[in-house]
């Protein structure tokens, strides 16, 4: 069966709201997808019909086993293009996610798997997140931290962002941060909890409670 853009995309929001362990509300869904919660609330009803969802009342939104392949099939693709943007058109990794987003809807089975063997089967995107296979299963996951939750003299090195917003990955870019760039936590400043970094042993940089927050790191070793 095929499923319309929007329906794809609320699966999608569903997805990634449930991945985040709080109970994923109509208001939750309106603010991500900038819509009104009646419009939620309709949409819902319209998937639950598909049996794509489950809704309780009060409890939240989850999908169903149909609904999670739907979403990882979309999150695979989009997250595939955003490889081949970056890596064979050139795009930085601030434009991809607005371009994948368009691309992420294409239906062909055949060219997203030609497009994961013309890639060379990567693992991640260019954000560090995980792309599921052709059955939906995450098989590289890293086990990793935020960079504010991090420890003063240890070294870490950048695996993911939780924000792919295009304002922040350019600020990431001005001060020389990006997937694989070493991190040192030199000092962490108790009036507004921003830290004192060093980039990869050479530049010392101030960044926010906030940026910290959507750095995602591992613990770095040489052999890495």
């Given at each position: 069966?095929?499923?319309?853009?929007?329906?794809?995309?609320?699966?999608?929001?569903?997805?990634h709201?449930?991945?985040?362990?709080?109970?994923?509300?109509?208001?939750a869904?309106?603010?991500?997808?900038?819509?009104?919660?009646?419009?939620?609330?309709?949409?819902?009803?319209?998937?639950d019909?598909?049996?794509?969802?489950?809704?309780?009342?009060?409890?939240?939104?989850?999908?169903?086993?149909?609904?999670?392949?739907?979403?990882?099939?979309?999150?695979?693709?989009?997250?595939?293009?955003?490889?081949?943007?970056?890596?064979?058109?050139?795009?930085?990794?601030?434009?991809?996610?607005?371009?994948?987003?368009?691309?992420?809807?294409?239906?062909s089975?055949?060219?997203?798997?030609?497009?994961?063997?013309?890639?060379?089967?990567?693992?991640?995107?260019?954000?560090?997140?995980?792309?599921?296979?052709?059955?939906?299963?995450?098989?590289?996951?890293?086990i990793?931290?935020?960079?504010?939750?991090?420890?003063?003299?240890?070294?870490?090195?950048v695996?993911?962002?939780?924000?792919?917003?295009?304002?922040?990955?350019?600020?990431?870019?001005?001060?020389?941060?990006?997937?694989?760039?070493?991190?040192?936590?030199?000092?962490?400043?108790?009036?507004?909890?921003?830290?004192?970094?060093?980039?990869?042993?050479?530049?010392?940089?101030?960044?926010?409670?906030q940026?910290?927050?959507?750095?995602?790191?591992?613990?770095?070793?040489?052999?890495?």
């Amino acid at each position: 069966m095929n499923y319309s853009r929007a329906e794809e995309n609320y699966l999608k929001t569903i997805y990634h709201l449930s991945e985040k362990g709080d109970n994923v509300t109509t208001n939750a869904i309106a603010e991500v997808l900038s819509t009104k919660p009646a419009s939620v609330s309709d949409m819902i009803k319209k998937l639950d019909s598909k049996r794509l969802v489950n809704y309780v009342k009060y409890k939240g939104v989850t999908l169903t086993d149909d609904g999670r392949k739907i979403a990882l099939w979309v999150i695979r693709k989009h997250r595939l293009w955003e490889v081949f943007l970056l890596e064979k058109l050139k795009f930085n990794w601030d434009e991809v996610h607005e371009v994948a987003e368009q691309l992420e809807h294409i239906k062909s089975v055949p060219m997203i798997e030609r497009l994961d063997e013309f890639l060379g089967y990567p693992k991640f995107d260019p954000h560090g997140d995980p792309i599921p296979d052709a059955k939906g299963n995450f098989n590289h996951q890293v086990i990793s931290l935020k960079l504010s939750e991090c420890k003063r003299g240890r070294q870490y090195k950048v695996v993911s962002v939780d924000d792919s917003n295009s304002t922040f990955l350019q600020y990431l870019d001005k001060v020389g941060i990006g997937i694989g760039t070493t991190l040192k936590i030199l000092d962490a400043m108790a009036f507004d909890n921003s830290l004192e970094i060093e980039v990869d042993s050479r530049n010392r940089k101030i960044v926010s409670q906030q940026v910290s927050e959507n750095i995602l790191v591992c613990e770095f070793h040489s052999k890495d």
